[in-house]
T-cell receptor, first 112, second 114 residues
Framework: AQTVTQSQPEMSVQEAETVTLSCTYD???????LFWYKQPPSRQMILVIR??????QNATENRFSVNFQKAAKSFSLKISDSQLGDAAMYFC?????????FGKGTSLLVTP | EAGVVQSPRYKIIEKKQPVAFWCNPI?????LYWYLQNLGQGPELLIR????????DSQLPKDRFSAERLKGVDSTLKIQPAELGDSAVYLC????????????FGQGTRLTVV
C-alpha cells in the first residue's frame, strides 16, 4: 500500500515571505501522480498543483511550485509571496490510478 | 460549470439513528468517490464508483454503511445505525476517471452523532 507522510503538523509564515511544506511517499509504482490540495475552513478541498511522476520538470502554478525528487520520493510545495488567503490545511496526495491517498496534512498559518 | 454538490452540509443525529448523505457530481464525471475525514486527519477513501459500479469498497464498513449510485450520476451514502465514532466529515469527489485526472470535491457533510 502506498503511504504519504507529511512530517510538519503546523507551519507559520509571514505575509509576503516564502514557505515550504514537506511531503514524502512510499510506492513501488513507476507511473503515478502527486497532488497538493488546500482545505480552508469551508472544508472544500481545492487542487493547488499536480505533478506527473514521469516528468522531470517541476510543476508551477503562479506562486505555487513543487520540488519533486523522484528517487528520494519527496514532493515539497513552495508558496512564494504568501498571502493571508493562503492560510489553510494543505494535503499532499498520491494517485496511481485508483483513488487519492492523502497525508495527514499541514496547517499553514499566515501572519501579517 | 457547477461543482460537486453535497447535502446536507451539517447533520446532528442521536446514536443508533440512520442518516443519509447525498452527492451530485460534476456533469460528465464517470468516477465518484466518497471519503471520510476525521478531525485533524487527511481524507480516507470509503468507496469508489465507475459509473454505477462500485469498483472499490474495501474500506467501507459494510455492517452499517451502504452506498448507491443509481444511473451512474447522483450517489447516496447511508449509515444505519450511526455510532458516536462516525462523527466526521464525509466528502464526495468526482473526476473523469483517467490516471492523474483532477478530482473535484464538494464541501462535505459534517456529521455529529450524540
Amino acid at each position: 500500500a502506498q503511504t504519504v507522510t507529511q512530517s510538519q503538523p503546523e507551519m507559520s509564515v509571514q505575509e509576503a515571505e516564502t514557505v515550504t511544506l514537506s511531503c514524502t511517499y512510499d510506492t513501488s509504482e513507476s507511473d503515478y501522480y502527486l497532488f497538493w490540495y488546500k482545505q480552508p475552513p469551508s472544508r472544500q478541498m481545492i487542487l493547488v498543483i499536480r505533478q506527473e511522476a514521469y516528468k522531470q520538470q517541476n510543476a508551477t502554478e503562479n506562486r505555487f511550485s513543487v520540488n519533486f525528487q523522484k528517487a528520494a520520493k519527496s514532493f515539497s510545495l513552495k508558496i512564494s509571496d504568501s498571502q493571508l488567503g493562503d492560510a489553510a490545511m494543505y494535503f499532499c496526495a498520491y494517485n496511481s490510478g485508483y483513488a487519492l491517498n492523502f497525508g495527514k496534512g499541514t496547517s499553514l498559518l499566515v501572519t501579517p | 460549470e457547477a461543482g460537486v454538490v453535497q447535502s446536507p452540509r451539517y447533520k446532528i443525529i442521536e446514536k443508533k439513528q440512520p442518516v443519509a448523505f447525498w452527492c451530485n457530481p460534476i456533469s460528465g464525471h464517470n468516477t465518484l468517490y466518497w471519503y471520510l475525514q476525521n478531525l485533524g486527519q487527511g481524507p480516507e477513501l470509503l468507496i469508489r464508483y465507475e459509473n454505477e459500479e462500485a469498483v472499490d469498497d474495501s474500506q467501507l464498513p459494510k455492517d452499517r454503511f451502504s452506498a448507491e449510485r443509481l444511473k451512474g450520476v447522483d450517489s447516496t451514502l447511508k449509515i444505519q445505525p450511526a455510532e458516536l465514532g462516525d462523527s466526521a466529515v464525509y466528502l464526495c469527489a468526482s473526476s473523469l476517471g483517467f490516471l492523474g485526472e483532477k478530482a473535484f470535491f464538494g464541501q462535505g457533510t459534517r456529521l455529529t452523532v450524540v
